[in-house]
């Protein structure tokens, strides 16, 4: 999905709800196959196990090990939590309109 550098908020908006309703559509076809995190909808409801599956707690652990401050944060990666949505900078992606 793209769109011009110059779109208004509004044709981003309807770009990016295309974008889920053809990701749904999509995982509808294979369900509990998973996909890759950059080929998913970013606002899967349950993502942890949508993109991670069993493995989220061992990557989690293994996260915690390296990182223990979480100073390495990206959104909806291992370690990612529901509260970070309210951080900047993914305030940004507009959950909590």
């Known amino acids: 999905m793209a769109w011009a550098w110059n779109s208004s908020v509004a044709d981003r908006k309807a770009g990016v709800q295309r ?33 991670w599956g069993g ?10 090990r390296y990182d223990p401050d979480g100073l390495l944060k990206c959104w909806r990666c291992v370690g990612f939590e529901e ?14 309109e």
């Open 19 to 51: 974008l889920a309703q053809l990701t749904e559509r999509a995982e509808a076809l294979t369900p509990g196959s998973g996909a890759y995190v950059n080929e998913a909808n970013p606002w899967t409801e349950d993502w942890k196990e949508a993109w």
């Open 55 to 64: 493995n989220y707690e061992r990557l989690l652990a293994v996260k915690k």
């Open 83 to 96: 509260e970070d949505e309210k951080e900047e900078p993914f305030a940004c992606f507009g959950l909590s």
